[in-house]
């Protein structure tokens, strides 16, 4: 951890325990988290660590902050959250339309297109944030993903316990897709077009001669298209969406190859 931050954290938690806001420590949180200094949730071995207390900051920070206009340029807003503004810094690339909110962290090589990224995000080296897609509060967007259009990456602030959206590195997520709840994209999974995942929807592997089924998370290197199933209710018979596992991305060292043969091979639409 970075000299200082214990006591930071500390501070952020001793603060939210008696309902109070303090505006050093809470803007100095908030700042490390634009800066990519701090994350809600990191990687640790097969697993996510969450930072709770980076998650109550961004909550006293809304506290603290107050409505107010906002200029970009000819744009104006009235909001609480100032919008980011090191892009060039940072080596981002932004195409008018896109918007990021300070509180958020955009790596090197990013593109986001005209979509939105919401406080405490965090997105990797080069991945594309295509046209009208999300990535809501708190997300963990790894390096080298596409969030193809319209994808809409949900935000989980509160609880602050509760585990964030992850997408890994290397994954696909086809047009419209919506992932939320905290749902887990394995590295270098593809979701095909349509794709709509919660902690509740199952997601069934069918290529092997049983089913296995997975909820909350999609294993690495999975290729997934939607599905249904059926459920029977007191009024009759009904189909469910789930999603399904149809097969598996071959690890490859060019994965731009390697995901449009995927994409041919089991004709995902994205």
Not at 242 to 253: D, F, K, N, P, Q
């Amino acid at each position: 951890m970075i000299p200082g931050v214990e006591d930071l954290a500390q501070r952020i938690d001793e603060l939210w325990a008696a309902g109070e806001v303090e505006a050093a420590p809470v803007e100095e949180a908030v700042r490390m988290l634009d800066a990519g200094e701090l994350r809600v949730a990191e990687r640790s071995g097969d697993s996510w660590t969450v930072n709770e207390w980076a998650k109550k900051a961004i909550l006293l920070y809304f506290k603290l902050r107050k409505v107010e206009p906002l200029d970009a340029g000819a744009i104006h807003y009235l909001d609480k959250i100032p919008l980011k503004d090191d892009f060039a810094d940072r080596g981002v690339r932004v195409v008018p339309g896109g918007v990021a909110r300070y509180g958020s962290f955009l790596s090197p090589g990013v593109v986001l297109m005209p979509g939105f990224v919401n406080i405490g995000a965090w997105v990797g080296p080069r991945t594309m944030v295509d046209t009208w897609a999300t990535v809501g509060s708190c997300a963990q967007v790894g390096a080298d993903v596409h969030l193809a259009g319209g994808v809409g990456i949900g935000g989980v602030l509160e609880p602050p316990q509760a585990r964030p959206v992850i997408v890994e590195d290397g994954a696909f997520i086809g047009s419209r897709c919506i992932v939320t709840e905290g749902v887990r994209i394995g590295e270098g999974a593809v979701l095909a077009a349509n794709v709509s995942l919660t902690a509740s929807v199952p997601v069934i592997d069918v290529t092997g001669p049983t089913a296995v089924e997975h909820r909350g998370e999609v294993p690495p290197r999975a290729v997934v298209v939607p599905g249904s199933r059926p459920k029977t209710f007191p009024a009759g018979s009904y189909q469910l969406d789930c999603a399904l596992i149809v097969g598996w991305r071959e690890e490859s060292h060019d994965l731009r190859l390697s995901l449009n043969d995927v994409l041919r091979e089991f004709e995902i639409a994205v």
